[in-house]
Structures are given as structure tokens and as C-alpha cells.
């Protein structure tokens, strides 16, 4: 026999065939019973807990096609098989698993000589077979070319099976290599070869999956952090990008490292603590000799340049030092000199003998020398890596059954934002469905802390050195509610609602004119320190008497709650209402006691000490360090409102689905850089959109509702354009001036809201959030750093970790696939690591990333963005009208002087008679395709000339021609000028358009990009009259679809929206055109209205309110009065009678006060009680709880010839909430409009008539029409007429009411009383 790890090669089916034929299975099948324990055991050939079962006919296969040495015996194995089957045996040999140790000892010297010849054969293209590949490379060299795996093959399924997007359960992994080896692939691993390579890579590499408990004494798993930045630095795709050194950029901003908070707020001792100048080390807070012999103390290295294009220098903020007899004294003013300057290092000065020291006014210097982190640092270089951390709630299904999990993400904010919007580059920490989120970032807290302390020590792959990485916290992004709990806030529901600031108080308040006008701008910040002062008093309140309540006023004063110590206050709360109960009484001495005992409570708990891990993290500022994200509180904040409430407008209107559905569908989309708009699925699923639909429906709104909808909602959709646009840049060239316009256009935004639904402003915090975007920008950078789209969408990697695992330990078995993620990913890009066992920093084999490189499929599988392949120029040409149906597959070529081309330029080409391709489409200098028909910004042809515009200008491109010998590239454009007017639109207000007719020809590497330019439909006055069929499947239907119909070619208006090619846009406009002036002209006369629109609506709800509190308190009090009594007839029938006055009956009457007063105490619908009030039927459509054959609710104040009618020929009404213990009203079939003539027992009652004399008076007033009818329902005493479905089956769940009824069965129907 084999032993395990030899590869089993597949054969072709004929020779398979002999072994597998249909008369050994129809034999197989005829043993019957005897041979169910062989099935047994060839059924559990997968199992993972038992070594694999070797077959012997696929032994025999293998030693008849394998490379390896015949054997020296022939063996008839079919008849072995067909003995072995009559036997009763199984078909398999369990075969016992050879440890690595002894596969080692077992090598001989000749093997090692096989082991060498067959690298050299696998590095001249050829592959090792059989036994020879599985066994001795089982720990390959550093030398083989796919070292860390044994072989090609060994790689190529590890990558594969390792993929973050394409996840493989064990039992499809075993599937896949049996179909390769059946197949006859060479080489084929065995899965557990498989798992023992994982192991040993793993070990290799290094494992960053560790333990954690927390303090609640739950247990999670936790990937280093420190072992993740240490392979960014060590890897070849990452680490030419990083900038560990803040940027002062002057005016522009673009990236994390030119915020303020690297540059100016971050302590010095977090960031990047020293310079290598000259081989030599020079850190902060240590004296330092420059080269004009001044002396210098750094205390921060900054890179400064004019602006992000010039030469950059990296610079030191310190402290000049002046020598002096008494020894060093420094300055108490900054400077900042060039580090290049630098000379000699403090640790050189200092063992000299001229050192003189520090003067005694300096002391304070000479105490922090030498800088603490030489000596851990032990001749590296040492750098400080920021982290940009994620914490989100996210389900760990894939179905719609919610899963809850708090996952934790991190980036390494060294990198450029290009980079950081990778998949690759995220990177998974820790995950957990039953730790709280606070208690994870505890773990991630302590891992920092740790990696910052102790340092992690990585390759750098620019300088081949080992160096000294430091982490530090730089923000921390995510969604609202997320961020809430970060900063120890009580939510966006409390009255301080906001985390970044204290504004807000008690509803009256912000709905007063001081209260309203604080909404528009930043309150007083918080403060870290505060928030922690304020958690140690609820802490402390919760031992006074009385602390439940303390404790939730002062929450509702500060909006102060820390979720890692609610459960301790929570925990004495409960402590002390047991001690008050075991020990009564208010004296003093009692209290004093009862306080004792909890103050020691908290103590055993550490309450005081047990909070936020946040607050005290090094570098970070929970409340301003939790940035504004654009993703919830823009697109799933302000534009879903706006979009609700249009939607709203629309539907009123009744043109959502007319007019403006058939504008969206006709909405060209080209030059946006998004998918074709659905209109079909936003129209239909207007209520479920997402972020992507948010987005486009901000660049194209205000160009599909300009007349559809009110001026100021037309404005608002304008401002919402303007915004979005503002926030999604990447560059900022003027970090002032954009500041400014971004305050003004919020301003504006919540200016125009305030004036179309002023009490959202109220309700929704994330209008106020917009307040500190302009904030977080100047700290941060950039918005889309701190947007959380590339964490939302890596949401899904994490999903197919999940499902994949048996749920018994979540956080471990995600923590272990991400992990070994990582190191794929790290291994295959050519990233460096640590061998233990060879004492030095390896590789991998060059096959491996060679492999990378030259297949674009494999990179796509590890998150890496492959860019399609393509130039400036390059085109696609048009199919000739027969090239559908034949072989042809370019155009018939066109002479020259029969293209527009020509027409417009004429002589640009000598020959008339070349031939020239005429193209649909060329690639833009951006990589835009720019189709004919399309509109693009380009470079004007004729720059000497200033009559037909400036350096850029903005055209439709009519023709796109590519000469015969270079048909893939275009050779001339023909575009049609677009001639900017002189004013903005009034209504969209931006800049229109007007089709020239100029014809300017240029080149490809001039046309820069596409851009969006729509019709003007409103000056057009452009109608629905075009109608195109609707193709379902690819095919056309018989259905049609409206489309708008522009009237003319010539007015348009440029998309100022486009998020797309914003910066060319802007570029082009005229200088004139760009500014906007502010909507607003008397701001404060403005907002003012709008709170008192705001007060009055809600004193207007409160009296509404009030009426319904008090009508149904009348009606408790009214209906208290009655006596309900149950009677039955001579048919068996239920019967009501509501007459009090009959005291004959007073034996078979039954007092139902206390059953009347629970039915209607059950009514939590207060509509039903004003209804009630007014004698209304109400309306509402029948529902499965109604009694078969009584219809649907009937309209208000309809008359009885609408009500169904009973066998009697009485009407019959009722509610949609059927009660099975009372019948139905009966009315008389001529009744007259139900008008006050009808009472509810509740709202899951039938409504039942009732004597005037039992209502209140202003129900038997003159002229209310209930007494004439109750005088035609209720003629004396007798029994009300039997209702059709008396004997009908009750729909309810109960075992009682699902029995046929007492009337069915022909026996009387005993009173029954509904539980309370």
C-alpha cells in the first residue's frame, strides 16, 4: 500500500471502466444486508475525525499510471476486490497517518538527491509526481521556486480554496480535487496535505490569533494588530506608499497626514519620534548639534512644502538652545529648521567631556533625555503608524434572518486614500455575537497599548532593515448610533443628542426661537475628561436613595451613558432596593448604612474605575475623533428624508408614476460614472433604496421635479446636488475657501429645510451632523477618508467567513479564516517575514508572485484592484450593418473626403482618398469612454486663438475616426461646440448650454473626459410622447414604456452635480458662473417662523391628543353604567339586551360591568374612541379575523343600503375586529345613515346598540337621529334576528374557539367570559 500523501493520479475512463462496470454493480447489489457495515465505513470516508480511507481499486490505478517504480508482484486486485465484497469487507483500508518527524527520519541521502533534481526540473516548467511530490517536499527549502508550498499545484489550490470572495465548504473542496484527479490533473493535493500546509505556513509566518476575556467574563478572539501593520510595512505593493510624517501642504488637502490632527493635535510622543540623517538617529526631546553649530531640541518632524507638486522637505518643531556658562538653556518659542542640518545626536554629546548639562531653569528638558524609546528600539529605526478603526453591527447570515455580530475593522492610515479603498487593505481584528462592543474594544485598546509599548519589529522592503513599528489611534469612523456608544452617549433619542457637542435640552426648548436657532450651529464641545467625571456621578448616584431616578435625570441633563459601566450602576441599583427591603426605614443612620454597603459594592465591581477604554487611550479624543460619516448621515440621513418626502409630494400630484417615472427612465446618465438608472425599481421600491441610489438620485433630482413639485423643494434638491458634490471630493485645492462654501451651503441646506419641514430639524439629529462636517474635514481630511463605504462592503467578506462555520465558536473560527487571509494574501504579493527556523527574513519562491503579476484573475481573488487594460485614444469601432451576420468584425472603411471630419477641418489630412474606421467609442486622457453622441471636456485645439473660449471647452462628439493602419487608436475628433450662456437657469440654477454650430477637430490625447450635460426640458417645454417596448429577458414585449420626447437640439444645461470629473466641471465653467448666492436673505426672521410653525403643530397635536384622552375617559364613564344582560330564545340564539329598567329579569341577568369595562379598557387605538364619540362606522377593510359572510367596513355616514344584509332581511354592521362572544348589530334594511347610532364595547368588540337613556345627554339631545332609529332596530324586547353565520367556525387559534359552536350542534350556547 501507499502511504498517506501520495498523489493520486487520474486515469481516462476506459481505463477505469474494468473496475466499475455495470455487472460488478448489479453484483454489489445483490449482497443485500450483509454488506451495511461496509457501507457504513465507505460512508464515512470524509470524516475529519478519522484518518482517510485508501481504496484499493484506485491503488491499483495509481500503480499502473503512476511515475513511480512498478511493483515487484503482479496482484489481481479486481479479484481481491470481488473477494473482499463476498467477504463482507469494505472496499477501503484504513491507512495510518506517518508523523512528519518520521517521514524525516525515513529520508535517505538518495532521496535528498531526488528532492534537488526535482526542484530543478519544477523551475525548468516541470512538476514532481507521485509519491515523490507529496511526501518529500512536505517542508520545501527556501530555494524552491514555490516555496512556501511544496508545488505549483499546492499553491494554486491554497490560493484558491483561501480567497476572501469565493469561499468553499469542505465537503466542495473534496469534490473539486477528486474531479481534478478524475480529470487526470498531475499532482493533485489531498485536502489534508492541504490542512498540514496551512499549518506549517502558519507556524512559519507567525499566528496573530489570540485570546481574550473580557471583564464581563465572556471570551473572544482577537487578531494582532501589531502583526498586521507589521505586514504592510514588509510588503512590496504597500509600503512605497506610506508617509509616516504629517504633511503641511499650504492650501491643499487631500490625504489623513495634512488634517490637524496629525499635523498640530496629536502628542508628540504618539508620532514618529525620530529622523535618520546620515546613518544616524536623532529623536525628539534630546538635545541636538546642527551643522551651523547651534544646538536644538526636536519635539515633532514635519514635511512642508508649497503645495502638493513641489519638492518636499521634512522638517523638525522644537526649541533653539543657547549654550551658556551655567549650562544649556532653552527658549521658550518654537522654530522649525530643516533635519538635514542635523549633526551630532545627543547620545554623542553627552559623553563628551565639554558637555556642560542644562542650566537649572532648563531642568525640566534634561529629564526626558535620552528619549526612552532608543533603548527599546536598539538601533532601528522607529516609526508611528496611525490606525483608522471601524466597529459596526453587522448579521452574520447571508438570509434575512438577522444574526447580530459586532465586527471590528482596521486600515492603516499611512497609506493614501487610493489605497485605503482597497479590499486589500482592510484588514479584520475581532468579531463576536455576544460580547459588547465596548467590551472588544477593550481588547483592541490592550493591543495597541501593547504594540505601542513593547514595538513590533517588521521589514522594511524599502531599505531591507529591520525596523520599529508603533501604533497609534487616529479616528474612528462608523454609523451614528456606533459612534454614540464610543463617545459614552445616550443616542440620537436623548435631548442632547449630539456627541460632538452639548446642544439640545427638553423639547420646549429647542421647539422656543433660542432653542431652534441653536440646531443651525455647534454647541459647546465635550470633552473626554468631562464625559468621565460625568460617569463617575451616575456611579455615585446610584448608592443615594432614590438613584433609579437619579440616575435617569442626570443621564437625560448630560446625554452621558457609558455602556461598559451601566451594567455596574444597573447591578447596585437592584443591590439597593434588596437592602431597602430587608432593612425599611428613611433614618438617617439607615441610609448612611445602606450607602456603605454599595459604595462597597461599586468598589468590588470597580465601578469607578471600569468605564470607557476610550478615555483613556493615548492620542485620542473620543468626541472629536468619532468624525461625521457622509455615507448615514448624508445619503441614508438628509437625501432618503428629502427623498421621502418627494415622493410623498409626487404621489399627491399622482405623477410619481406618470410623469416623472417616464422622466427617469429617459434621464441620459452618460459622464456620471454610474450604472443605468432603474427607474422601474426605484419607482416600484421607492421605500427600500440604498446608498447607491441616494447617490445618484442627488446628481439628477432637481432635473426630473423642476415643475412637479414646490419652488422650495426644487431648491432644496439643488443645494442637496451642490452638497453631495462638495463632500465626495478627494482633493481639496484650498482648504479655506472650501471651508467656507461648504459652511454656507449646509447653512443653506438647513435654511431651505427649516422652510419645507421645519420640525424635522427637530427629530432628526443627523441635520445638526452636518453642523461638524466642516470640522472633522480641517481634522481629518477629506470626507470619503472617514466614510465607511469600503468597511459596509467588506461586511460581505465577513459574511461568507460565517457561513461556513458551525456556530459554536464564531470569534475564533472568523479570527482563524482571516487570519490565514492575510498571510495568503501577504505571501502570494511577495511580502517578507520572519523564519524562526532559518533565523532571517524569507520570501516567497519567485513562481509565487510571478504568478500574481501575470494573472489578473488570481488578483482579483485577493481583493486587489486589476485596472482594464487600455490608452488615451483607444477606440472601438463600429460593426458594419452585415457584420451581424457574417465573419466580418470591423466596418467597411470611408474615404476621407466623405466624413464630417472633412466638412469641418478639410485639409488636416493631405490624402483625400485614406481610409479612415469610424468608431462609437475612444478612451478619454481619465480613462471615461467617450461615446459619439456623448458630451466631453477638451483641450481647445486652436490655443492661440481666445474667439471660440479659453484653454478647456465643452462639446458633443459627433464622429470618432481611427486610420486603417492604427485602427485601435482614433487619429481625429469631431466635436460640437458648446457655448456657455450668460446666466444660470432660474429654476435648476445652473449654468445652461447652447449647441453652437462650430465644428472643431481634434485629437485624442485632447479630450480630457466625459462629462453629464442634459436637455432643457423646461424651457423646451419637453412632453411625454414617445414610447419604446419593454425588453424582459432580453427580448422586446408587446408592453411599452413612456419616454420624454425632447422639442429641440439646442438649450441644455451643464450637470453641476456630477461627482464625477467634479474639478474638470468646475474648470470649465466660466469664472462668473461659479459662485452662489446664499437662498436665504433674513436668516433669523426665517428660522424664527419656522419655530413657531414648530410650536404651533405641536400645540395643535397636544389638544388633539387631549380631546381623544378625555373622550375616552367619557365613554369608561358612560359605559361603567351599563348592564349588559345575556338572554336565550327559543332558537338557540344569542340575544343583547341593553335595558336596565327591567328588574323582573334579575335572576338570569348577568352583571357584566366589570367585562364591558375590560373590553373597552383593552381599546389602544384612540381613533376608535373620537369615532365612537361621534356615532362613525369606521373605516377599515375587511381582514381574516371577520366572520365569514359579512363584508368589508363601510364608508362614513354611508347609508343602510350598503350594509349586508341577514337572513331576516336585517342589515348586519361590523367592525374588521370580530368578537365571537357578541352577534353582530342587525339593523332594519331601510336604516338610515349611521349617524350616532352605534356604541363599541371596544376595539375588538362589535359595535351593539344602546338606549338613549344609558348614554350621556349630548348622545339623546334633540336631533340626533339615534333615538328615531333606535326606536326601528329595537322594537321592544324581542330577540335580535339570528345572523347567517351564527353556526359558523370561529377564527381563532384557541382549542375552545376552533370547536364547531354551540348553534351547530344544536345545543344551547352558554355564556361564555373572555379572560382578562
Not at 512 to 532: C, H, I, K, V, Y
Not at 618 to 629: A, G, I, K, W, Y
Not at 1146 to 1154: D, G, K
Not at 1252 to 1258: D, G, I, M, R
Request: with cysteine.
Amino acid at each position: 500500500m501507499f502511504e498517506v500523501g501520495t498523489s493520486r493520479q487520474g486515469l481516462p475512463q476506459s481505463d477505469v471502466d474494468p473496475l466499475l462496470n455495470d455487472e460488478h454493480v448489479n453484483y454489489v447489489a445483490s449482497l443485500g444486508d450483509d454488506h451495511s457495515t461496509a457501507d457504513a465505513d465507505n460512508a464515512n470516508l470524509y470524516n475529519d475525525s478519522d484518518p482517510p480511507y485508501t481504496s484499493l481499486a484506485f491503488e491499483w490505478l495509481e500503480m499502473t499510471m503512476s511515475a513511480a517504480e512498478e511493483p515487484e508482484e503482479e496482484t489481481d486486485y479486481h479479484q481481491e476486490v470481488m473477494e473482499r465484497l463476498s467477504a463482507g469487507l469494505p472496499l477501503y483500508e484504513r491507512v495510518e497517518w506517518v508523523t512528519e518527524e518520521e517521514a524525516m527520519i525515513e529520508q535517505s541521502e538518495d532521496e535528498d538527491e531526488t528532492i534537488t533534481q526535482a526542484y530543478s526540473e519544477l523551475d525548468n516548467g516541470y512538476s514532481m509526481s507521485g509519491a515523490q511530490s507529496s511526501r518529500t517536499n512536505s517542508h520545501p527549502s527556501t530555494d524552491c521556486p514555490t516555496y512556501p508550498w511544496p508545488s505549483k499545484s499546492m499553491f494554486l489550490t491554497d490560493l484558491l480554496f483561501s480567497s476572501p470572495r469565493l469561499r468553499f465548504s469542505r465537503a466542495q473542496k473534496y469534490a473539486i480535487l477528486n474531479w481534478a484527479k478524475e480529470l487526470g490533473a498531475k499532482d493533485v493535493p489531498d485536502l489534508r496535505q492541504l490542512e498540514r500546509c496551512h499549518e506549517r505556513i502558519k507556524k512559519s509566518v507567525g499566528d496573530p490569533t489570540t485570546k481574550y476575556n473580557s471583564t464581563t467574563g465572556d471570551v473572544f478572539y482577537l487578531n494582532d494588530i501589531g502583526k498586521a501593520i507589521a505586514k504592510d510595512f514588509a510588503n512590496p505593493l504597500l509600503r512605497p506608499d506610506m508617509q509616516f510624517f504629517p504633511e503641511d501642504a499650504g492650501d491643499g488637502m487631500s490625504q489623513a497626514w495634512h488634517g490637524d490632527k496629525w499635523l498640530f493635535d496629536a502628542p508628540g510622543e504618539a508620532l514618529t519620534p525620530m529622523v535618520e540623517v546620515k546613518e544616524k538617529h536623532f529623536y525628539i526631546d534630546e538635545l541636538v548639534r546642527c551643522s551651523d553649530n547651534q544646538y536644538f531640541i526636536p519635539q515633532r518632524f514635519i514635511i512642508c512644502s508649497d503645495d502638493q507638486q513641489s519638492e518636499k522637505t521634512l522638517n523638525a518643531i522644537g526649541r533653539d538652545v543657547t549654550k551658556t556658562p551655567n549650562g544649556f538653556v532653552v527658549d521658550s518659542k518654537e522654530s522649525l529648521i530643516a533635519v538635514s542640518s542635523f549633526e551630532i545626536p545627543f547620545i554623542e554629546l553627552s559623553k563628551r567631556s565639554s558637555y556642560p548639562g542644562f542650566a537649572e531653569e532648563s531642568r525640566s528638558f534634561a529629564e526626558k533625555m535620552p528619549n526612552p524609546v532608543r533603548q527599546v528600539a536598539k538601533g532601528r529605526v522607529v516609526y508611528s503608524v496611525p490606525l483608522i478603526i471601524f466597529m459596526d453591527d453587522v448579521s452574520g447570515n447571508v438570509s434575512k434572518q438577522w444574526n447580530k455580530h459586532y465586527n471590528i475593522y482596521m486600515s492603516n492610515g499611512s497609506l493614501p486614500r487610493e489605497a485605503l479603498d482597497k479590499e486589500f487593505c482592510t484588514r479584520f481584528v475581532t468579531t463576536s455575537p455576544h460580547v459588547p462592543p465596548m467590551e472588544l474594544m477593550r481588547g483592541v485598546k490592550s493591543s495597541i497599548e501593547k504594540a505601542f509599548k513593547e514595538g513590533i519589529v517588521s521589514y522594511d522592503y524599502q531599505t531591507r532593515k529591520e525596523v520599529l513599528l508603533r501604533p497609534f489611534a487616529l479616528f474612528f469612523p462608523g454609523d451614528n448610533p456606533m459612534q454614540a456608544e464610543l463617545c459614552s452617549h445616550s443616542g440620537l433619542q436623548s435631548n442632547y443628542f449630539c456627541r460632538a457637542c452639548k446642544v439640545g435640552s427638553t423639547k420646549e426648548h429647542k421647539a422656543s426661537n433660542t432653542g431652534f436657532m441653536e440646531l443651525f450651529n455647534a454647541g459647546a464641545p465635550r470633552q473626554a475628561a468631562e464625559t468621565a467625571k460625568e460617569v463617575h456621578q451616575q456611579v455615585l448616584l446610584s448608592t443615594k436613595s432614590g438613584g433609579t431616578e437619579k440616575v435617569e435625570e442626570h443621564m437625560r441633563n448630560t446625554g452621558v451613558k457609558d455602556a461598559i459601566t451601566s451594567p455596574i450602576i444597573n447591578s447596585v441599583l437592584r443591590k439597593g432596593i434588596e437592602l431597602r427591603k430587608k432593612d425599611p426605614g428613611r433614618s438617617s443612620a439607615k441610609l448612611a448604612a445602606h450607602e456603605k454597603a454599595l459604595l462597597e459594592e461599586v468598589n468590588k465591581k470597580r465601578g469607578f474605575e471600569t468605564m470607557n477604554p476610550l478615555f483613556d487611550l493615548l492620542s485620542v479624543d473620543v468626541h472629536r475623533d468619532t468624525p461625521t460619516e457622509i455615507l448615514h448621515t448624508v445619503l441614508l440621513g438628509v437625501v432618503k428624508y428629502f427623498w421621502g418626502q418627494t415622493v410623498v409630494l409626487l404621489d399627491k400630484a399622482k405623477c410619481f408614476e406618470t410623469t416623472f417615472r417616464a422622466r427617469l427612465s429617459s434621464f441620459d446618465s452618460e459622464g456620471l460614472n454610474i450604472p443605468k438608472v432603474p427607474a422601474d425599481y426605484i419607482c416600484r421600491h421607492h421605500g427600500s433604496l440604498i446608498g447607491k441610489h441616494f447617490k445618484s438620485l442627488a446628481q439628477l433630482m432637481s432635473f426630473l421635479i423642476y415643475d412637479l413639485v414646490p419652488k422650495n423643494v426644487v431648491d432644496a434638491w439643488n443645494l442637496i446636488g451642490r452638497l453631495v458634490v462638495l463632500l465626495w471630493h478627494t482633493e481639496i485645492e484650498s482648504v479655506e475657501a472650501y471651508i467656507t462654501t461648504l459652511q454656507t451651503t449646509i447653512q443653506d441646506f438647513l435654511n431651505i429645510t427649516a422652510q419645507c419641514a421645519p420640525s424635522i430639524l427637530l427629530t432628526k439629529p443627523k441635520f445638526h451632523f452636518l453642523v461638524h462636517l466642516p470640522e472633522y474635514i480641517q481634522r481629518f481630511g477629506p470626507a470619503l477618508l472617514f466614510s465607511t463605504e469600503r468597511y459596509e462592503s467588506f461586511n460581505a467578506v465577513f459574511r461568507l467567513s460565517c457561513i461556513l462555520s458551525n456556530r459554536h465558536s464564531p470569534s475564533r473560527d472568523s479570527s482563524i479564516t482571516f487570519a490565514y487571509q492575510d498571510i495568503i494574501k501577504h505571501i502570494a504579493t511577495g511580502g517578507w517575514w520572519y523564519s524562526e527556523s532559518d533565523q532571517r527574513w524569507i520570501h516567497a519562491g519567485h513562481r509565487v508572485t510571478d504568478h500574481i503579476i501575470h494573472h489578473a484573475e488570481y488578483a482579483k481573488l485577493l481583493g486587489l484592484n486589476v485596472m482594464s487594460k487600455g490608452f488615451t485614444g483607444k477606440v472601438m469601432l463600429q460593426r458594419s450593418e452585415s457584420s451581424s451576420t457574417s465573419k466580418q468584425k470591423k466596418p467597411s472603411p470611408k474615404r476621407w473626403d466623405t466624413t464630417l471630419t472633412f466638412i469641418a477641418s478639410g485639409n488636416l489630412c493631405q490624402n483625400p482618398e485614406e481610409l479612415f474606421y469610424t468608431a462609437k467609442c475612444l478612451m478619454a486622457e481619465n480613462g471615461d469612454n467617450v461615446k459619439v453622441g456623448s458630451y466631453a471636456i477638451f483641450q481647445n485645439p486652436q490655443k492661440q486663438s481666445s474667439e471660440i473660449g479659453g484653454s478647456l471647452l465643452l462639446g458633443r462628439v459627433i464622429e470618432i475616426l481611427a486610420a486603417v493602419n492604427t485602427a485601435n487608436k482614433a487619429s481625429f475628433i469631431a466635436i460640437k461646440l458648446l457655448k456657455f450662456k450668460d446666466t444660470r437657469h432660474s429654476i435648476l440654477n445652473v449654468p445652461t448650454l447652447l449647441l453652437t454650430d462650430t465644428t472643431l477637430v481634434t485629437t485624442s490625447e485632447d479630450v480630457l473626459c466625459a462629462v453629464n450635460v442634459q436637455h432643457d426640458c423646461s424651457l423646451g417645454k419637453c412632453h411625454i410622447s414617445r414610447y419604446v417596448p419593454i425588453r424582459h429577458e432580453g427580448e422586446e414585449t408587446a408592453n411599452t414604456q413612456p419616454l420624454v420626447l425632447h422639442s429641440d437640439d439646442e438649450h441644455f444645461t451643464l450637470n453641476i452635480h456630477s461627482l464625477h470629473n467634479y474639478c474638470l466641471i468646475r474648470d470649465v465653467t466660466p469664472a462668473q458662473l461659479r459662485n452662489f448666492e446664499s437662498h436665504s436673505l433674513n436668516v433669523e426672521e426665517l428660522r424664527n417662523s419656522a419655530a413657531a410653525q414648530v410650536r404651533s403643530r405641536r400645540k395643535k397635536q397636544q389638544e388633539e391628543r387631549r380631546i381623544k384622552d378625555a373622550a375616552k375617559k367619557g365613554e369608561l364613564r358612560a359605559l361603567k353604567d351599563l348592564d349588559v344582560k345575556y338572554h336565550r330564545n327559543q332558537n338557540d340564539c344569542d340575544k343583547v339586551h341593553l335595558d336596565p329598567d327591567n328588574a323582573s329579569e334579575e335572576p338570569q341577568i348577568q352583571r357584566q360591568e366589570s367585562r364591558s369595562h375590560m373590553m373597552l379598557g383593552q381599546a389602544s387605538n384612540q381613533e376608535d374612541a373620537i369615532i365612537a364619540k361621534q356615532g362613525i362606522m369606521p373605516v377599515n377593510a375587511q381582514t381574516q379575523d371577520q366572520p365569514p359572510g359579512n363584508s368589508a367596513a363601510q364608508s362614513i355616514g354611508a347609508s343602510s343600503n350598503n350594509l349586508p344584509m341577514t337572513q331576516s332581511g336585517h342589515t348586519t354592521a361590523t367592525t374588521s375586529f370580530w368578537n365571537p362572544y357578541l352577534p353582530p348589530l342587525a339593523l332594519p334594511s331601510q336604516a338610515p345613515p349611521l349617524v350616532g347610532n352605534v356604541y363599541p364595547y371596544g376595539s375588538i368588540g362589535y359595535y351593539a346598540p344602546i338606549p338613549v337613556s344609558s348614554l350621556p345627554q349630548q348622545y339623546s339631545a334633540p336631533g340626533n337621529p339615534y333615538a328615531s332609529f333606535h326606536a326601528q332596530a329595537n322594537p321592544g324586547r324581542g330577540a335580535m334576528p339570528q345572523p347567517p353565520n351564527a353556526g359558523a367556525k370561529r377564527p381563532f387559534n384557541s382549542t375552545e374557539d376552533s370547536q364547531p359552536s354551540p348553534q351547530a350542534q344544536g345545543q344551547p350556547n352558554p355564556s361564555k367570559r373572555r379572560p382578562g
